[in-house]
């Protein structure tokens, strides 16, 4: 029998209310997203939004070592290089995956009832589109967030040109530049959750969410009733220190210049010692230089975007990626190979000119003829 990867369960919450559970549950690959995925759980929200006795929504991941660990990337690679070794301007079949996965993200963005999110242990790249959209976001003394996709050739995606501008002075700036890994504390600094808990505290909370006091049809009554709940929940847990908040002002000195050289010049700079800034500069300097480049502009363009907007752009530029040299030879050098040590092209930031920039932000599709022109 083949595995469900989504595991959906109604909880009765009394009075014939509903709150609905969706379990990503591919627990071997971290739950990293696969078309399967996105599609089921697309057709469960819709179906939960659709019943006026749903009154939330909770998103989840099995297996206790992540909640989404991005999306499934070996199999955009597969389909990366067949479509590159067939000559194809770019492969349809990561276009529909990414079109498909980012209307997802979008939906919950603009989900009309609460969405609760618990993002315990891993959730990088797509698990963070999940995430991030949702109305209330949990994470634990175990999470670890990130978006590195500048290792593998990639933009950060999944609505990262609207959501990363908007956090915590330039640290959005540096996370997408740097891939680093945050803890649970640094996302609710940086503005990425909403609620810290102590991991053994996940147990009980969904045994005690149907006891709270749910109003049918209420938005505004339910949103108020799982904050002050997750309020109370945080209040006790178990409090983590944010390296993040304590490195705020390095960050801030770091990206304080007006393009990449001066950032690349001011980490050249940083002498070696703290682990911490060390992770960071490693991941940055090793990256895909055009990658670089592309992140400075994307941060910079997401600081006056609408979300729809957003994740159409996103749509165009992470197509093209996939149709770059650099995103298949970034995948074969981090998680097929794994000798991460990947052959990019152009090879440095100093070789990084508008000509190789520009190709990735030619568009696919026109304003008609765009996947995700419907969003609003």
């Known amino acids: 029998m083949a595995e469900e990867v989504i595991l959906v369960e109604d ?19 971290l739950n990293a997203l696969t078309l399967e ?12 939004e659709r019943d006026p006795q749903v009154v939330c929504v909770v998103l989840q991941g099995a297996g206790g070592k992540a909640f989404c660990a991005g999306g499934d990337v070996r199999f955009l690679y597969a389909a990366a290089r067949r479509s590159q070794a067939e000559g194809d301007a770019y492969s349809k079949v990561c276009a529909e995956f990414f079109t498909r996965e980012y209307a997802l993200d979008y939906h919950i963005h603009r989900y009309t009832k609460p969405v609760l999110c618990l993002g315990h242990g891993i959730v990088m790249g797509g698990g963070l589109g999940l995430m991030v959209g949702a109305s209330h976001r949990v994470v634990t003394d175990k999470t670890k967030l990130a978006m590195p ?31 680093t890994r945050i803890n ?8 990425l959750a909403d609620f810290l808990l102590s991991a053994e505290q996940l147990p009980s909370l969904l045994k005690e969410l149907p006891g709270l006091a749910w109003v049918a049809a209420d938005r505004s009554a339910n949103d108020a009733v799982l904050s002050r709940y997750l309020r109370q929940k945080s209040q006790v847990a178990a409090k983590v220190a944010s390296p993040l908040e304590e490195h705020l002002a390095f960050i801030e000195s770091v990206c304080a210049g007006a393009d990449l050289a001066s950032f690349t010049v001011l980490m050249q700079k ?6 911490w800034i060390d992770a960071g500069k490693k991941t940055f300097f090793s990256g895909s230089p055009s990658i670089a480049a592309l992140i400075f502009a994307q941060q910079a363009k997401g600081q006056d975007i609408d979300l729809a907007s957003a994740f159409r752009y996103e749509l165009q530029v992470v197509t093209r990626c996939t149709a770059h040299a650099d995103f298949v030879e970034g995948v074969r050098a981090v998680l097929i190979d794994k000798d991460q040590k ?12 508008r000509a190789s920039t520009q190709s990735y932000v030619a568009p696919v599709w026109s304003d008609v003829e765009h996947p995700l022109r419907s969003l609003k």
């Open 11 to 29: 909880l009765a919450a009394g009075h014939g209310l509903i709150i609905g559970v969706a379990t990503l549950n591919l627990p071997a690959s």
């Open 270 to 275: 940083v002498p070696p010692g703290d682990d």
């Open 149 to 179: 996709e500048i290792s593998i050739g990639l933009l950060p995606d999944v609505g990262a040109t609207y959501f990363l501008p908007r956090l915590v002075s330039k640290v959005g700036l540096y996370l997408a530049l740097t891939g």
């Open 37 to 48: 995925m996105i599609d089921l759980l697309a057709a469960h929200l819709k179906r939960w």
């Open 184 to 191: 649970g504390a640094d996302g609710v600094f940086a503005g």
């Open 342 to 353: 990947p052959q990019w092209n152009p090879a440095s930031l100093e070789d990084v000119g």
